[in-house]
Every structure is written in structure tokens, then in C-alpha cells.
């Protein structure tokens, strides 16, 4: 056998386990040594019927004693076999499993593992997984330290443990090696046949650890170098934009607030991107209400001023409106033309800006995915912008910097992650934190509290209204009442908060389904004061700047991420008053009780992040996958970041002595990247 075979060619695996194999994404015989377990058990004590422990798991070796019974109580079969090993007696009891009468074979002794219990004054080992010693072989299922998968219904961990055992033991397969000796040796990893072997069937905890850290450092290892050839032909492609003049004064003079030290350390990275005579690719990664849309301006000012258009593409219509109205306000007065293009225009409106697009009669062009159709042609697109990124995909961002020549790239996210993190999503990217909110801005106060407290929250946001003159928003996750959930549902909810708490203030509702033209009369209502209380789904995460706004009531808040929720909150306390963020929850879920903890105990997005990301694991920090990365099969972002340290240094210092993985040393390494990011599924699309 070969790593690339069917797993057809493994003995004991016919068209139904062929099915079962392939809905775990295994097809080959590689995939099947890389499908690593979840978790172990450990069974490697073994005692002796008189020694079992009751309420326990235990595993012992034993034979059958007596003829199996089968007896029918009620709808339920049970199956009871008494065993022995000399020490004592115990039996096993299987339910609604009649097969296990002939299961055991007469005079053979098998490894057991199960629940241990007491029954009518005698011992009893409930449905034990079990198999037959063999002399000549260590067993797979008990008296060491046994792996755990992922599965499937009729595909047993015993046989899943089998499987994978026989293609161990089959002498002609290599497991593969493909990391140049120099880096193996270097970072004393040990080869991938005994990580793949131990990763499986560690024989002790010392051989699992050294084999989890050399498949960790490999996987990280191979999209680090993939990354930094990416990274290495954006930046290797000499600038078409040519960017002289950098002076931003002009633009910086007419905002409301000075530029923090944070905002101006990244329109430096921006102006020395411009002229290193290479493209620029870079992130402005900032909390909430940091300042990024200021950064942005800068930078449109600039490639303007240099004889370029810019296109700044947000997620929804309602923040590309907004960045619409904002960068009119600003560049109106110094004579640089704006243009708003989205899908709720009508015909002859987008006909008209696609004509000033195409013709240069416009230098700003601020849309939706509108902007990647085909029909849109830049005349001379210089600095390409995409808002809140993690709502793209890459291949969007790659679209929209086609439609120019090699013009410059800069991403922005509201969603703080940890800087290892970033390196890993946006690796083919610069980055530049903006660390610092403007001045005037207050800690927002955030309290968790039970649907018991209605009186009081109402009570609460009714003051705020009517004594302080303030507005709030209350988020809900559904629209429409249904009755297989309990969650507040949008309509509902606004029609009894009117008739009821709120009986007397404009109440108003919001949500995605709504046509874009009422959803912008409600919204253009809340921001000029005449709306008290908007009801809404999450449309409103993103790009509704209300100062005035400063209670953000959440529902069900136990159904939202850290992320959603700290961009909910950065709704209010955009204003100069004190602003407070209510999340109402009945859940008593351990993992959701501390999200609302951490959101109460904290308003840094940086912090955030790190628990967002140690409670959700590194598989879906909002939504890895949308961003063409390879899902991890055992790296851990949040617990392998010493790992990923020495990955960095490794894979730089190879990147440097042979970027294109020419040398023959590095042909294995070239190979394994090509199957896994080009000839496979797995593609990174920038």
C-alpha cells in the first residue's frame, strides 16, 4: 500500500465501509493515517475481576464461563454472559445487542473495558467493548492507551481502531516524511513514522507528546510556507500605482478628532507601503470604535491626490451608506467626487455610476459586492479597501483588486484577534494594530442578568429615554415567532414592547428581510432621534453610528459569539454619554455563562479575542474556512502558540534560503504542498 491508494486496498473494507469512510472525508490511505483522534482513553492499567472497582471504568482479561442468556423485559433484549479469570467472577450484560450470545468464542480469553456496577448483590460490567487477546500482538482496544475518533453510526471505534492498526502494520507503507532533515533535525522532531504510529497507539505519554508536537509544527509548518509564498509574489510584484505625494494634512484637518497615536503609526505603515516601489497588502486590525474609517480616509486621500480611484467594498448596504455619507461630509469640501454603489439601485442609477466609474468623472467609489460585477470598470484604480474583511471571502477581495493593475490592498476588521492568530488568517498580509480609542470615548458598563429582571431593564431603558433623552437598541437572533424556539423574535417582540413596557415611545423594528428602502427609513428615523427604541436583528453588528444611542439590550445573548456580541456593544458608547450593554440569558451552559462573564468583565476586543478564541477552539473563529485556509486536523491556535513561534522561525529561515522549494532537499516538501493547497481541496485564494 501507498498513502495515495483507495482505502478499498485495506483488507475489511467493502462498498458499505467505503461509504461510512468517505462521510469522514477519508478516501485514501493517507487520510486514513491522518484522521488523528479526538481524545484517549487510558486502559493500560490492567486488574483482575476480584480487584474491579465499583462505579468505575475497568479493564480485565477474562473468558466466558457459562452459555450466554437471552431474556425480553418489556421491549428491551438482554443479553447476560457470566465471566472468569480465576480471581473471581462478573457479568457482562449487553442491551438490545442479541448477537452478543455467540460473540465470544469457548476456551478464548478477551480484554474488557466498561462500567463496573453492583446489581442484587452481584458485579456487573454494562455493554464492555471488548477483543480477543492475541499471544502475538498488543491489543488495540484495551491494556494501553486507546485512541478516540470522531465517527459515525455503524462504524464502530473498535473497528475505526482496527483499520487504521492494519494499515500501521503494513510494512511497505512509509508514513511519508516530508520535512527537510535540516528543520527535523534542528528543532529535534521525531520522524513522522513514529508520530504517526504514537499519535495513534502512544505506548507512553512521553512518545503521544513528542509525536502531537511534530504533526503540529508539520501542519503549521506547511500552510506557513504556503502563506509566505503568497506573500512573497504579492510583494514581489513591482507597483504599477506609483505614489509620490504622501501629504495628508489637507484631509486630516477637516475630521472631528486629531489622529490618535495608534491611527497615525498606521497611515505611516500605509504612506511607506506607497512608496517602497513594491504593492501594498495590508491589515488596519482595531476594536470597535477605534478609528479605522479615519485611517481609510487617509489613504483614499492620498492615492487620490496621486491620480488614482479607490474602492471601498463593505458588507452590507447599510454601512456602505454610512461610509458613503461620512466620506461625502469630509472630501465634499475638498472638491474629490464620491460615488455609492450597491444592488438596491435602480437600473438607470447604477448605469450612471458605472459611467463615471469607467469614465473617471468619480474618484471614490464606496459599494457592496456590487462593486465585483462584472459591468464595474475602474479607468485607473489605484487603492482597493475592504471593510470588515471576516464578512469576505478572499476570493471577493481578489476579484475586486483584479479589476485594477496591481493596485494597492488594504483590509480592515473590527474584529480584534490575537496577533498568532492573524498571522495564520491573513499571512499574506501586513498588519498594523490600532491599539487606541479616540479620546472621549467611555468604558461601557455590561451586566448579565436573568429574564426575571424585565421590570427593572425596562424600567431602566424607559429613564434613559425619557429623563436623560437617550435611545436603545434591543437585538434579537430571529424574525419571525416560532414555535420550535424560544428565542424573542423581532415582530412579536416590537408589537408587545409597544402595546406594553415601551407603551408610548416610537418603537420601530429592523431586520434583513425588510426591502432596503424601508430599512433605511427606519435607519435614518434612529439617527435623527425620532425612533426611542429599534428592535433588530443582528443587521445592526455592522455600521450603525448612533451617538445618541447608549442602552444595547441583547436577547438570548447565550446564542451569540464574543465577537458578535463585543460588535453589538460597540453600537453604543459612540457618543459623550455613559452607555451601558444588558445581556438577558436563562442558559446554564457552562461554556456560554463564562462568554457572558468575560463580556461583563471587560471592554478590550484584544481580550475578548483570546477567550473567543480558547472557548471556540481554532476551527471556526468566525468562520475560518470562508478565508480558503485548511481546516486544523490537530494544531491548536489557542494552546500550540509556542509551537507556532518556533513554526514562524523555521519556515522563514527555509523561505529565505529556497522560497520556491527548488532544491532537491526540499522536492518531498514542494510535493506536499502542492497536493494539499493546489491538486486538493484545500485552496488558498487571495
Known sequence: MVLSDPVTKI????????????????????????????????????????????????????????????????????????????????????????????????????????????????????????????????????GRIVPVYSTVKRLSQKVLRRLIKTVLEDTELLCGEFLPTDTVNKYKL??????????????????????????????????????????????????SVVIKALDYEPLTERLAFPLTGAQRRAVNDICADFSSGSVMNRLIQGDVGCGKTAVAMTAAYIAVKNGYQTALMAPTDVLALQHYKSFCNIFGELGIRCSLLTSSLKKKEKQAVYADIENGDTDIIIGTHALIQAAVRFKRLGLVITDEQHRFGVRQRSVLTEKGDNPHALVMTATPIPRTLALILYGDLDISVIDELPPGREHIDTFAVHTSYYPRVYGFIR?????????????????????????????????????????????????????????????????????????????????????????????????????????????????????????????????????LKTMCSTNDGFVISEKDLSLRGPGDFFGTRQHGLPEMKIANLYKDIDILKLVQQASTELYRRDPELELPCNAALRKKIEDIFENGSEKICL
Open 190 to 239: 521525531c520522524s513522522r513514522s513514529f508520530a504517526i504510529n504514537n499519535i495513534h497507539f502512544p505506548t507512553d505519554d512521553e512518545s503521544f507528546f513528542k509525536a502531537r508536537h511534530r504533526l503540529v509544527f508539520e501542519e503549521l509548518f506547511l500552510l506557513q510556507i504556503k502563506l509566505l509564498q503568497l506573500k512573497g509574489t504579492v510583494q514581489a510584484k513591482p507597483a
Open 463 to 595: 429613564r434613559q429615554i425619557e429623563e436623560e433623552g437617550r435611545q436603545a437598541y434591543i437585538v434579537c437572533s430571529a424574525i419571525e415567532e416560532n414555535e420550535k424556539t424560544e428565542l424573542r423574535a423581532v415582530e412579536e417582540y416590537t408589537a408587545q414592547l409597544t402595546d406594553g413596557a415601551f407603551k408610548g415611545l416610537n418603537v420601530a423594528m429592523l431586520h434583513g428581510k425588510m426591502k432596503p428602502d424601508l430599512k433605511q427609513e427606519i435607519m435614518d428615523g434612529f439617527a435623527a432621534g425620532k425612533i426611542d427604541v429599534l428592535v433588530s436583528t443582528t443587521v445592526i453588528e455592522v455600521g450603525i453610528n448612533v451617538p445618541n444611542a447608549t442602552v444595547m439590550l441583547i436577547e438570548n445573548a447565550e446564542r451569540f459569539g464574543l465577537s458578535a456580541l463585543h460588535q453589538l456593544r460597540g453600537r453604543v458608547g459612540r457618543g459623550g454619554g455613559k452607555s451601558f450593554c444588558i445581556l438577558v440569558s436563562e442558559t446554564k451552559n457552562k461554556v456560554a455563562l463564562e462568554r
Open 11 to 142: 483488507k475489511n473494507i467493502g462498498g458499505e465501509r467505503e461509504k461510512l469512510l468517505a462521510s469522514l472525508n477519508i478516501h485514501t490511505v493517507g487520510d486514513l493515517l491522518e484522521y488523528f483522534p479526538r481524545s484517549y482513553d487510558d486502559r493500560s492499567s490492567v486488574t483482575t475481576i476480584s480487584r474491579l472497582a465499583e462505579g468505575e471504568d475497568n479493564t480485565f482479561i477474562a473468558r466466558a464461563v457459562s452459555d450466554a442468556k437471552v431474556m425480553r423485559i418489556k421491549k428491551l433484549t438482554v443479553t447476560k454472559l457470566l465471566l472468569g479469570d480465576g480471581t473471581g467472577n462478573i457479568e457482562a450484560v449487553w442491551y438490545n445487542q442479541p448477537y452478543m450470545k455467540n460473540a465470544l468464542k469457548d476456551g478464548q480469553d478477551y480484554i474488557f473495558t466498561g462500567r463496573v456496577n453492583k446489581k442484587y448483590s452481584r458485579l456487573q460490567v454494562d455493554s464492555p467493548e471488548f477483543e480477543a487477546v492475541n499471544p502475538d500482538g498488543q491489543p488495540v482496544s484495551g
